[in-house]
Each structure stands twice: as C-alpha cells, then as structure tokens.
Nanobody, 125 residues
Framework: QVQLVESGGGLVQAGGSLSLSCAAS????????MAWFRQAPGKEREFVSA????????YYTDSVKGRFTISRDNAKRTIYLQMNNLKPEDTAVYYC??????????????????WGQGTQVTVSS
C-alpha cells in the first residue's frame, strides 16, 4: 500500500505562486509514475500534470503549460508542483496520485492506484 499526503495549498492572489508537495510512504516510490489532478466545485476531476518514474518525462494539460512545473525527488519520496502566475480558474482541490504499474504516466485518472486526500488551492481575483 502507498499512502500519499499533499501539502502546500492555500489562498493566493491572482498572479501569485504556490508550491505543492506530495509525500509518499509505503511501496516502492521510484517505481511509480506520479501525477497531479484537480477538482473545482461542480466540476469533474481533471488531469493537471504527470511525471515518469525517472523524472525525465513530464506532461501538462494545456491550461497550465508554462506556469506549472512538476518534479520529483525519489530519495525524499516526494513530488512537487510549482505553480506560478496563478489564475482564479486554478482554484480547486489538488490531488496527487500514484500509478504503481506504469513507467510512463497516463492522463486517465482511472489508471491510478493511490490517491492523497487533497489540498485546497484558492486564487482570488
């Protein structure tokens, strides 16, 4: 079993920055592709970004390209999401997820095996 705990959410003004972290325990972290998803009020959960097991390959949804950066530190069993130039439409609960069987991550949330409890990000205009 893998347990994931997100942190770093909060309230920020438009144009500001936040850095999210997701710490993993259990399992073999370096063998998991990892991803960030988000869910805004009244909307379905959507893919934000993902990173391969090695950290070499990264993927982003179009709306965050150039503003968000995903990274991982396998020694610390942690992934990060640096979010810059935040917009009100980025407001959501952000979740990290782990896919234990896949070296290259997918954008399909149903392929992920483990989820964190989420952290709230609120961007005011």
């Amino acid at each position: 079993q893998v347990q994931l705990v997100e942190s770093g959410g909060g309230l920020v003004q438009a144009g500001g920055s936040l850095s999210l972290s997701c710490a993993a325990s259990g399992g073999t972290f370096s063998q998991n592709a990892m991803a960030w998803f988000r869910q805004a009020p009244g909307k379905e959960r959507e893919f934000v970004s993902a990173i391969s097991r090695s950290g070499i390959s990264t993927y982003y949804t179009d709306s965050v390209k150039g503003r968000f950066t995903i990274s991982r530190d396998n020694a610390k069993r942690t992934i990060y999401l640096q979010m810059n130039n935040l917009k009100p439409e980025d407001t959501a609960v952000y979740y990290c997820a782990a896919d234990r069987g896949r070296p290259i991550p997918t954008r399909d949330q149903y392929e992920y095996d483990y989820w964190g409890q989420g952290t709230q990000v609120t961007v005011s205009s």
